[in-house]
């Protein structure tokens, strides 16, 4: 008789255990639930991320295969200039700058 009720205190008290870690402890649903709504902010921003990714990645390549493009960025970014050119470069005045 005494064992039954040591099992069934034991029992109680396991069951007791597994509740209070089930709303109270690390993996309690509370948690569960915030990781999963984390979870679903970090799928959209990087849905939204790879979208960006993609479009800057066609983009790149389709200046690389323009000829045009190539040019224009090495003249304005690089200031690279043809053989028969000339490079002249002027100096930007501020509004409040003393004329020399």
């Known amino acids: 008789m005494l064992s ?3 099992l069934n205190l034991f029992v109680l008290l396991l069951i007791f255990i597994a509740l209070y870690n089930l709303f109270f402890g690390i993996d309690s649903k509370k948690n569960f639930l915030a990781l999963q ?3 679903q902010e970090l799928i ?3 849905k939204i991320l790879t ?3 993609n479009l800057l990645e066609n983009e790149i390549q389709s200046k690389q295969k323009n000829d045009a493009y190539a040019e224009k960025f090495a003249r304005e970014e690089l200031n690279l200039i043809y053989q028969d050119e000339h490079f002249l470069k002027f100096k930007e005045k501020k509004p409040n700058e003393p004329d020399r």
């Open 4 to 6: 039954v009720k040591f």
């Open 37 to 39: 709504d984390e979870n």
């Open 44 to 46: 959209l921003k990087n």
């Open 51 to 53: 979208e960006e990714n």
